[in-house]
């Protein structure tokens, strides 16, 4: 036997293995797993259920699937509760559990009640990588692929590289799990982890709660890895404990022997406060070299930090303080099991007395839904993106830090090490028994049958593609730079609530970076030719919206050509039938301007060979190479106009 053989197996690997129904666990190569579990929520879950009713699919194949009510809670104008109340009725319909709005964030909820150790859960939204915190598997996708695996078919994914993450040590007091992960950000950026998955291992690991590797989990989304894992232990076992899920543990480590593509040792001991500065998570510095930047506003909670564990440490924090008269401090708790508890213990009387704003248990501010900063001003928030205008106000600087430095801030009204605050550090246990109460997850009635759906004027079915064309003749509509997010092709805030109004939506592609798009691509469109875009690296960063792939469809986008993409938008684009072109050489560039015409011949044969696609640039007269990397299934999906037609046509 040689030595390779001898290796043991990685937690990924094992999960993976376990889940296996095509192909052989070898990184590059694709597989095809099996899921366990579904995650849907109210920006993209209207469209979802569409999808699935026009693939033919009136049952959900998961066990667990469930729908959150918690990105568009603010309900200004009848949209989302439009929304609501048709989500509320398709998931009945469906065998889809509805957690209602109120009852909290889709991460924070999902690990308290429905994670389980060992098994697989694909969400339609890219922090679904929280569950990893718990010891099971949570990948992030684009709503469509989500639709398919609820329809019962498998999930198709490259072989990614598993990278163990060794943690040794024990952080110190005032170093928190954001601290680590921004250490992890710094480390390894938001660029070129694409096909990697991190593993967490070593001896620190048992130092961290399973809130704690949440939150670290919750953020590889912003290296943009396909997921982050903890191994089950027993904090993972006191933490199910808590839930009155202990039947639900399984011990899940890594083979001692494992072997992984890389490691990277970090010393949780020698780390100290840390916070990413205006507009990438990746800038990342230590508290303690920026201290002294004046803040406007502060706010606690999103997916990564909301937890009881957190916010208590919070209430301690504010307890007998009050916040600086120039800044407000809001803070959403990530669940009603946090508020619920918070209230019961009197933390939430300490955080009231302070001053601040209690939001609801919902993303909230996170996604620029509420809380919008002033004009020009800096907030310092725990969320995980400050993507600029992502808050909902575009001149604002947005800082990433720990719910202890967010508090230390908010009472000194500048950005403050908590250490300095000369306090006793707060430290705050795992609770034997969280409060439990269920009463808001809505489960499926056994006879559905006389479920009536009601659709509201804001739901429109999802628009349809035509198989891709042989020729094309297209103009590029936009040129792009580097690290373009999805925050920058679909804006959120106000706008998330046209998610399920395709028609309407689209008139805001790009409106961040360019508010004329819309009409240049639609005139375009209007004269029988093809949209382009031309981008630089990490094309799609950010969150899982397939609307960043299905509106530039509506407006006839067929290719997109870029030195590189990010894994969850890259396979957005192939669902809906969009070409993701990646430059033969990067120096071509800056050979394509905004207006220049492309003329694509021969598509289908191209596509259906080794995926290089030769076009002319006719303003030029130059003769241009594009790489279309795709597996054999994904150039069936492109030739077929995207996923819903290639599933119809192999039902
Ligand atoms: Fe919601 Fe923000 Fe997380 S929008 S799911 S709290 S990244």
């Keep these: 036997m040689d030595i390779k053989s001898k290796a043991g197996k990685n937690l990924f690997q094992k999960i993976i293995e376990n889940h296996l129904v095509d192909g052989v666990w070898s990184p590059g190569s694709e597989i095809a797993i099996q899921l366990d579990q579904t995650l849907t929520h109210d920006n993209g879950g209207a469209l979802i259920f569409m999808y699935l009713e026009a693939m033919g699919i009136e049952k959900i194949h998961t066990e667990p699937g469930v729908c959150y009510l918690d990105h568009n809670t603010v309900q200004i104008g009848y949209e989302n509760a439009d929304d609501h109340q048709y989500l509320r009725a398709i998931t009945a319909k469906s065998g889809v559990i509805l957690s209602r709005a109120g009852n909290g964030i889709s991460h924070q909820v999902h690990l308290e009640r429905f994670g389980k150790p060992g098994k697989i859960l694909l969400g339609a939204d890219s922090h679904t990588s929280t569950a990893g915190g718990i010891g099971m598997i949570g990948i992030g996708t684009g709503g469509l692929d989500v639709a398919i695996g609820m329809s019962g078919e498998p999930f198709y994914l490259k072989c990614p590289g598993v990278v163990k993450i060794n943690l040794v040590g024990k952080p110190a007091s005032w170093v928190s799990a954001k601290d680590v992960v921004l250490k992890v950000l710094e480390i390894f950026t938001t660029e070129g982890n694409k096909n990697t998955v991190f593993e967490y291992g070593g001896p ?117 303080r009050t916040l600086h008269p120039d800044v407000s401090l809001g803070l959403a708790p990530g669940s009603k099991q946090v508020l619920m508890m918070l209230a019961k213990e009197g933390s ?197 919206r397939e609307h960043a792939a299905l509106c530039p469809m509506f407006l006839g986008v067929k290719i997109i050509i870029a030195k590189s993409f990010e894994r969850i938008h890259r396979t957005n684009l192939i669902n809906f039938g969009i070409i993701p072109l990646i430059f033969n050489d990067p120096q071509d560039y800056n050979k394509l301007e905004i207006g220049a015409k492309l003329d694509f011949s021969n598509l289908q044969h191209w596509i259906s060979g080794n995926g290089r696609i030769s076009f002319v640039n006719k303003t030029k007269n130059i003769t241009l190479t594009g790489i279309a990397d795709l597996s054999s299934r994904e150039k069936k999906m492109i030739l077929a106009g995207g996923a819903v037609n290639y599933i119809k046509n192999n039902r």
Aim: proline share 7%.
């Design 348 to 544: 939430l009387y300490e955080i009231l007395s302070s001053g601040a704003r209690i939001m609801e248990s919902a993303c909230g501010f996170c996604n620029g839904s509420c809380f919008s900063p002033k004009s020009n001003s800096v907030s310092v928030r725990t969320s995980n993106r400050n993507f600029q205008g992502r808050s909902g106000t575009t001149d604002a600087r947005v800082y990433l830090a720990s719910p202890q430095t967010a508090a230390a801030t908010a009472i000194t009204g500048k950005i403050t090490d908590p250490r300095d605050l000369n306090i006793a550090y707060p430290a705050v246990s795992m609770p034997k028994k969280f409060l439990i109460d269920d009463s808001m997850l809505i489960f499926p009635p056994e006879n559905p049958r006389q479920i009536t759906v009601e659709m509201g004027p804001n739901l429109c079915p999802p628009p349809s593609n035509l198989p891709l064309p042989n020729d094309i003749y297209a103009e590029v509509t936009i040129k792009l730079g580097d690290k373009v997010t999805t925050d920058h092709i679909m804006p959120g805030g106000a706008r998330n609530k046209y998610r399920a109004n395709i028609p309407k939506y689209s008139e805001y592609v790009f409106e961040v970076i360019d508010h004329n798009f819309y009409q240049r691509a639609l005139t375009i469109k209007e004269r029988g030719e093809a949209n382009v875009i031309i981008a630089g690296e990490s094309y799609g960063q950010g969150s899982a």
């Design 204 to 320: 620190g690991v048992a130092s961290l709660t399973v809130p704690d590797r949440a939150t670290i989990a919750n953020m590889g989304a912003e290296c943009g890895v396909v997921t982050s894992i903890f191994p089950s232990d027993d904090q993972t076992k006191q933490f199910l404990k808590g839930q009155a899920r202990e039947h639900h543990w399984s011990e899940l480590p890594a083979d001692s022997n494992a072997e992984y593509t890389d490691q990277v040792d970090i010393d949780l001991a020698g780390l100290e406060p840390m916070i990413a500065f205006p507009h990438s998570p990746e800038n990342v510095k230590r508290v303690k070299d920026v201290a002294g930047i004046p803040v406007d506003q502060v706010a606690i909670g999103s997916c990564t930090n909301s937890s009881y564990m957190d916010l208590t440490a919070v209430a301690k924090i504010l307890k007998g």
